[in-house]
């Protein structure tokens, strides 16, 4: 891909109309690539303008489906008009997609893991500041009506300060060729599931301070299992699972002085919670999602651009910055480094 330098005026971080549609590119036309598009169709103001894959076939077939235009290379891609970039490749390549598209000067949206490592999610930081466009991972909880719903009740009937997040998921039978056991993409239990546990741990607890891990590496040189037990600034703790080899998908809990939330299953994509608070009251949320809930953090990022802001409130550059942090240390702790690192 060639490294492209933004165009004086081709693009504004200045306010724009907010009638104006939201024009998106797609790179990597795989699985969840499919639900964004998906979703993309309830987002107002919006459309798939266009989008590449390596193989021309998948991305043909995938226009024909959802629409955009299939471009020949990354670099036409960059220069197709699009206002928005979802990255959707393996995550061994989001890095360098996330600098050259925002070096071309539009604004980012990149599946998680933002990148295989801190040192990785840095340059695209500092490309994103230099360029000054939104970048933002896609990580997807917390737009989710739920876990907006839950937020305002505890605003307005507070549990106190979580002292403890405990959350997990376990995917068994996963096929030896799945991209989630490749070494060669960066795959493995933590950076495929254990980043959602380790962001709701950063956003209930603030960043990590000690993150002791034991795990286990599978035959392709992955982690296949790992569970974590982190201490965060606030002095909360999290009690963390990821795996790829057990049956163990998983609520989550979320523990206070004045009560606790259970956030029922599956967490990541959350439609049911109940708060049991220390006097007895019950309050049980029942929030269904549409459009496959991807959705929510699309017309959200949608917003951002609209009234120019480089920057997610509800998920954070230092919140990306600290569950790679988590995810790095527990790599760390079970001897696990990709190629380059
Ligand atoms: N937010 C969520 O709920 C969620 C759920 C699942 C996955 N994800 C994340 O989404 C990403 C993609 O996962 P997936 O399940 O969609 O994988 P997938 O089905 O294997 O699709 C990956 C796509 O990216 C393309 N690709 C891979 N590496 C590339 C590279 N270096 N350059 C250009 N294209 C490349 C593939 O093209 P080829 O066909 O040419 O290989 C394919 O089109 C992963 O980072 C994963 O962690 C997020």
Known sequence: MTDTTPQANSHSTLPIDPAREIRWGIVGTGRIARRFAQGL??????????LWSRRAQPAHAFAAEFGGTPCDSFDALLASGIDALYIATLQDSHADYAIAALQAGLHV??????TINRAQLERVLAAARASQRLFMEAMKPSFYPLYRKLRAQLAAAPIGEVGLVRAGCSVPGVPADHPSLSFEHAGGALLDIGVYEMFLAVDWLGAPRDVQTLGRLGASGVDTFASLNSLHERGGIAQLFCGLDLHGK??????????????????WNPSRATIRYADGRVVELDEPFEGGGLNYETAHFCELIRAGQLESPLMPHATSLAMIAMADAARAALGLRFAGE
């Open 41 to 50: 169709a309830h987002v107002p103001q919006a459309r798939l303008a266009a």
């Open 250 to 267: 998983g609520d989550a809990l979320l523990m206070a002085k004045g009560g606790h939330v259970t956030i029922h299953e599956p967490w």
């Open 109 to 114: 949206l990149c599946e998680k893991p933002a």
